[in-house]
């Protein structure tokens, strides 16, 4: 099946710095991918959307200046924390979709993010 | 405004008994409803999806129910085991899985063994 790797899976960091991750599809060129914030035991909460090529579409209430995404190509969607700072922590997740036919969207493993 | 909602918050179920998660939605253009599982650590893996053209679909212990006039659909996992532990999500979108998808809220499923 559809394969989306993110790396890192986890990462700890100081207060202040800025945080890349990045979201890979590794069998099917993504057309589409979302990123996404999840908190404990609570739902994912969808942050943006990219488009390979364009700027991505944020939605309300998220940052885009602290969190910037790049969809440089057809198989890589980068998220940049930006500045991070302690409320920050979370799980972050991509997911990519080919954007044609019945295909659904496919998860990445997650980035845990732990801001100190 | 939650457009997608999901019961229950939790379940407990024993091993080989039936586990029942049920949605509801409101916005009629939703046109795909899938299903994620997620085990801790680890992203959502789909599980099976359906369309409002079919009202039942099954693979292997995983069924979804679903009924268009309520606006409602249902995962049933059949002979439940100890590693279908996890949380599972309902979702849906329009145009496919490749549109947003809205999330429900998760239950977090336990089965004894």
Redesign the interface.
């Known amino acids: 099946g559809a394969v989306?790797s993110?790396h890192p899976s986890r990462v700890i960091c100081k207060s202040g710095t800025s945080v890349k991750i990045e979201c890979r599809s590794l069998d099917f060129q993504a057309?589409?991918m979302?990123w996404y914030r999840q908190f404990p035991?609570?739902?994912?909460m969808?942050m943006a959307?990219s488009n390979e090529g364009s700027k991505a579409t944020y939605e309300q209430g998220v940052e885009k200046d602290k969190f910037l995404i790049n969809h440089a190509s057809l198989t890589l969607s980068t998220l940049t924390v930006t500045s991070a700072h302690p409320e920050d922590s979370s799980f972050y997740?991509c997911?990519a979709?080919?954007?044609?036919?019945?295909?659904?969207?496919?998860?990445?493993?997650?980035t845990?993010l732990s801001i100190l | 405004q939650q457009q997608v909602k999901q019961s229950p918050q939790s379940l407990i179920v024993q091993k080989g008994g039936i586990s029942i998660i049920n949605c509801a939605y409101e916005n009629t253009a939703f046109d795909y409803f899938p299903w994620y599982q997620q085990f801790p650590g680890k992203g959502p893996a789909l599980l099976i999806a359906i369309r409002p053209d079919v009202s039942e679909k099954k693979e292997g212990r995983f069924t979804i129910s679903f009924n268009k006039s309520a606006k409602q659909f249902s995962l049933h996992i059949m002979d439940s085991q100890p590693g279908d532990s996890a949380t599972y999500f309902c979702a849906a979108s329009k145009n496919s899985g490749y549109s947003t998808l809205t999330f429900g809220k998760g239950t977090m499923l336990l089965v004894s063994p």
């Open positions: 989306v993110q057309t589409t979302f035991k609570q739902s994912l969808l959307t997740i997911s979709s080919p954007g044609t036919g019945d295909q659904p969207q496919h998860f990445g493993d997650g845990r």
